[in-house]
């Protein structure tokens, strides 16, 4: 599986995101997929994740209410849209696939190049 992360930028606190990743290979879908995120001298975290039919999406506490995660089948597209977005938000985001809902980095099979989103104060 390939993926392919877009959509980054700058924005100021407050305002608003949305990332895409397009996922290529001809078994993308037996994949959840989500969005992990690295700031600078941090650890990857995770951020989102949704299951192979678009259901039961699985977010980070710190991004829970701002932020939603879903899916296009027929694109093989998942998307992060990124609402209410504060300085905390900035780091690099990879977008991630597994076999199963990977809330740890050990659980993800495949990732993207990454997108570097940042939120001015």
């Known amino acids: 599986v390939q993926l392919q992360a877009s959509g980054g930028g700058l924005v100021q606190a407050g305002g608003s995101l949305r990332l895409s990743c397009a996922a290529s290979?001809?078994?993308?879908?037996?994949?959840?997929l989500g969005w992990f995120r690295q700031a600078p001298d941090e650890a990857r975290e995770f951020v989102a994740f949704i299951t192979r039919s678009g259901s039961s999406p699985l977010y980070a506490d710190s991004v829970e209410g701002r932020f939603t995660i879903s899916r296009d089948n027929a694109q093989n597209t998942v998307y992060l849209q990124m609402n209410n977005l504060t300085p905390e938000d900035t780091a690099i985001y990879y977008c991630?696939?597994?076999?199963?809902?990977?809330?740890?980095?050990?659980?993800?099979?495949?990732w993207g190049q990454g997108t570097q989103v940042t939120v001015s104060s």
């Open positions: 290979g001809r078994t993308v879908s037996r994949y959840a």
């Open positions: 991630a696939a597994s076999s199963v809902i990977a809330a740890a980095v050990r659980g993800v099979d495949y």
